[in-house]
Nanobody, 125 residues
């Protein structure tokens, strides 16, 4: 049974930084894609960043390019998202996701098969 557990959310001031973590278990971590999505109240779930575990390619939404960095620690089966230069519009529930064969469709939430429970990020101005 796949389990994804996010942590690291909280409240920060605009311009600040935060690191989110996602601990994965219950499956062969190295065969999956891992990603971060976010959802603000009243909005659709939005793809933020993705990475193919064991690969070097990373993918980002235009709104976070240059500010957020996705990374992985294979030894710990853990995914990270470093968020810098935070803006109030980054406020959302952030979700970790796992899936397979995403490639150019990584931003489509409906194609990811496993989700964490989410961690809330609030950025104040």
């Amino acid at each position: 049974q796949v389990q994804l557990v996010e942590s690291g959310g909280g409240s920060v001031q605009a311009g600040g930084s935060l690191r989110l973590s996602c601990a994965a278990s219950g499956y062969t971590y190295s065969t999956y894609w891992m990603g971060w999505f976010r959802q603000a109240p009243g909005k659709e779930r939005e793809g933020v960043a993705a990475i193919k575990i064991g690969g070097s390619s990373t993918y980002y939404a235009d709104s976070v390019k240059g500010r957020f960095t996705i990374s992985q620690d294979n030894a710990k089966n853990t995914l990270y998202l470093l968020l810098n230069s935070l803006k109030p519009e980054d406020t959302a529930m952030y979700y970790c996701a796992a899936g397979r064969q995403l490639y150019g469709n990584w931003f489509r939430a409906d194609l990811w098969t496993h989700w964490g429970q989410g961690t809330q990020l609030t950025v104040s101005s």
